[in-house]
T-cell receptor, first 111, second 115 residues
Framework: AQTVTQSQPEMSVQEAETVTLSCTYD???????LFWYKQPPSRQMILVIR??????QNATENRFSVNFQKAAKSFSLKISDSQLGDAAMYFC????????FGTGTRLQVFP | DTGVSQNPRHKITKRGQNVTFRCDPI?????LYWYRQTLGQGPEFLTY????????KSRLLSDRFSAERPKGSFSTLEIQRTEQGDSAMYLC?????????????FGSGTRLTVV
């Protein structure tokens, strides 16, 4: 069975600094998708960044980038120049046929 | 397009009552998913539809839960004889089959409180 593990229940970062959120997953598939979703206190899930497993190049979206290590089944999210609005729950998710989520990392951003 | 819409936003019910939630997906999306999220946890998959066909149901979906998508558009999730353990946020999402890279679009959820 596919599983997603986020080992950091909480992380904190100072405004303008960089933070990395960790995620590992387990699958026997070779072609799949990985995502990071953000869930602010309003509770609507927002897609932050996506990565196709067949692409070796790490995805980047403005201040958000990933470090995708397929052999290690690792998919970390780096947030650069952190802003107060980045404070939220962040969920790593794997998709082969359906999305499977990790337990989340709560990110606090301090001014 | 107004995104994925869920109603009601909040529902408080007494234990043993039946409740029904509605989800209106993005109109061109043929896949619709239901997830349950308890406080401090990630969303857990319940079931999904492609058009009107229910293609998969999680073991989490006990026989008190039923979901329908009668015309391949909106969907309803009904919980019969609610229990306190059913208290959670119920999330709906939609996507287009064959466009897995785009992920899902989520609604704002329905928060159920069973008292």
């Amino acid at each position: 069975a596919q599983t997603v593990t986020q080992s950091q229940p909480e992380m904190s970062v100072q405004e303008a600094e960089t933070v990395t959120l960790s995620c590992t997953y387990d699958t026997s598939e070779s072609d799949y998708y990985l995502f990071w979703y953000k869930q602010p206190p309003s509770r609507q899930m927002i897609l932050v960044i996506r990565q196709e497993a067949y692409k070796q190049q790490n995805a980047t979206e403005n201040r958000f980038s990933v470090n995708f290590q397929k052999a290690a089944k690792s998919f970390s999210l780096k947030i650069s120049d952190s802003q107060l609005g980045d404070a939220a729950m962040y969920f790593c998710a794997y998709r082969y046929d359906k999305l499977i989520f990790g337990t989340g990392t709560r990110l606090q951003v301090f001014p | 397009d107004t995104g994925v819409s869920q109603n009601p936003r909040h529902k408080i019910t007494k234990r043993g009552q039946n409740v029904t939630f509605r989800c209106d997906p993005i109109s061109e999306h043929n896949r619709l998913y239901w997830y349950r999220q308890t406080l401090g946890q990630g969303p857990e998959f319940l079931t999904y539809f492609q058009n009107e066909a229910q293609l998969e149901k999680s073991r989490l979906l006990s026989d008190r839960f039923s979901a329908e998508r009668p015309k391949g558009s909106f969907s309803t999730l009904e919980i019969q004889r609610t229990e306190q353990g059913d208290s959670a946020m119920y999330l709906c999402a939609s996507s287009l089959a064959g466009q897995g890279a785009r992920g899902y679009t989520f609604g704002s959820g329905t928060r159920l409180t069973v008292v």
